[in-house]
């Protein structure tokens, strides 16, 4: 169990298998009420949500199920729009939970609703990717994407629990563990050294699932998560780190078309540009987005592919969220262990950093 603790709220982050048969227990003990709504995927419902909703009636709560269909191209307004409906018809109130049971789209999206809905109700997480896991179930950024980028309409609204039942992700798709593991090696690179080779001791027992190993692998990584979000829940400051792969990965999801490249895909690219734009900046080794590709290549992750030009990339990243009076803020590693965030990379730096990554361009 790891703990976020933050000035208003705090929860507990449940990490041991055969979690999710207490989903309903560890519900009641946040939020009382008759009804809850239970969001979940068309990937999920035939899995899991049988026993999450057997869970949550054993508890007492009377369930509202809504299945929406799964991918990033359907984390959207119209999605959010439909669930409203089905919470307002089935007359869900102010106490009664939202339980999200499903990967980052669903905890998105249901997080999200969960925000807005009557101005706010409790909201459970119930991650069944490892990146949801690690990752985005974490610390109480929701939203939905628009044409114009990702994430783009969201809020902060943190969960009451995170119940995290590593014997799900023996149900996983061999490439939705590998997106999981990006974001893992992404935290590793920014404070924790000790992870990284922890990963790439353990490389072959985590693509097992050994239950022991993997239990270890997400309670480490929520906890860095847990730390930054309790340092900084706003993203005012060191939570920015956190994003270490991600301008880059952004851009690629934008002009490859969301779902095409998985997001923990996008991460897994975004982090080797990263690290190359750092060696190319003079900021680290360049020996290191050779370690951070041996690494993701180890762990069954592309660390090229076929990409949009440049300048469409460039102008993608000119979208991102993060962009500050028009100049794109990078997090850059120093070393395994550290980043900084810069704003003043050239152009012939960031193009190598696309190049490097680009398929069929000569190394």
């Known amino acids: 169990m790891v703990s976020v603790v933050l000035p208003h709220h705090s929860y507990e982050v449940v990490v041991e298998p055969g979690a999710l048969t207490r989903l309903g227990e560890i ?37 509202l199920v809504a299945a929406i269909d799964c991918g990033e191209s359907n984390k ?57 896991m690690v990752d985005s179930s974490v610390g109480g950024k929701v939203g939905v994407n628009v044409p114009q980028g990702k994430n783009l309409i969201g809020a902060f609204h943190q969960p009451v629990a995170v119940v995290a039942d590593p014997l799900v992700l023996r149900t996983l798709p061999a490439r939705e563990l590998r997106c999981g593991l990006a974001e ?7 404070s924790d050294e000790s992870l990284f080779t922890f990963i790439e001791e353990n490389a072959d027992a985590i693509g097992a699932i050994d239950l022991e190993v ?18 900084d829940e706003r993203e005012a400051g060191v939570r920015a780190h956190l994003n270490l792969g991600h301008t880059f990965g952004h851009a690629i999801e934008a002009t490859s078309g969301y779902g095409s490249i998985q ?47 440049n300048d469409a990339l460039f102008a993608a990243m000119q979208l991102d969220k993060k962009v500050q009076n028009d100049r794109i803020r990078f997090v850059l590693p120093t070393r395994i262990g550290a980043v900084t965030i810069r704003d003043d990379l050239g152009r012939k730096t960031i193009d190598a950093a696309w190049d490097t990554i680009r398929a069929g361009v000569r190394k």
Do not use: M, W
Not at 184 to 190: L, M, P
């Open 184 to 190: 893992c090696v992404k935290h590793a690179i920014i």
């Open 263 to 309: 997001h923990g895909e996008a991460v897994a690219l975004g982090l080797v540009a990263a690290a190359t734009a750092a060696g190319h900046a003079g900021l680290c080794d360049a020996s290191l987005a050779q370690r951070v590709s041996q690494l993701l290549q180890r762990l069954g992750l592309a660390t090229e592919a076929n990409l949009a030009d």
């Open 76 to 132: 959207n307004l119209d999605t959010v729009r439909e669930l409203y409906d089905r919470l307002l018809d089935a007359r869900l109130e102010r106490k009664s939970p939202v339980v999200a049971l499903g990967g980052g789209v669903t905890g998105d999206t249901a997080g999200f609703v969960a925000a807005t809905y009557l101005r706010g109700v409790p909201f459970i997480q119930c991650p069944t990717t490892l990146l949801a």
């Open 27 to 63: 519900t009641r003990g946040c939020a009382k009420a008759d009804r809850c709504a239970l969001i979940t995927d068309s990937n999920i419902v035939d899995l899991h949500a049988g026993a999450a909703t057997d869970s949550l009636r054993g508890a007492g709560y009377e369930p």
């Open 214 to 231: 993997t239990s270890e692998l997400i309670q480490r990584n929520v906890a860095i998560k847990a730390a930054v979000v309790a340092a």
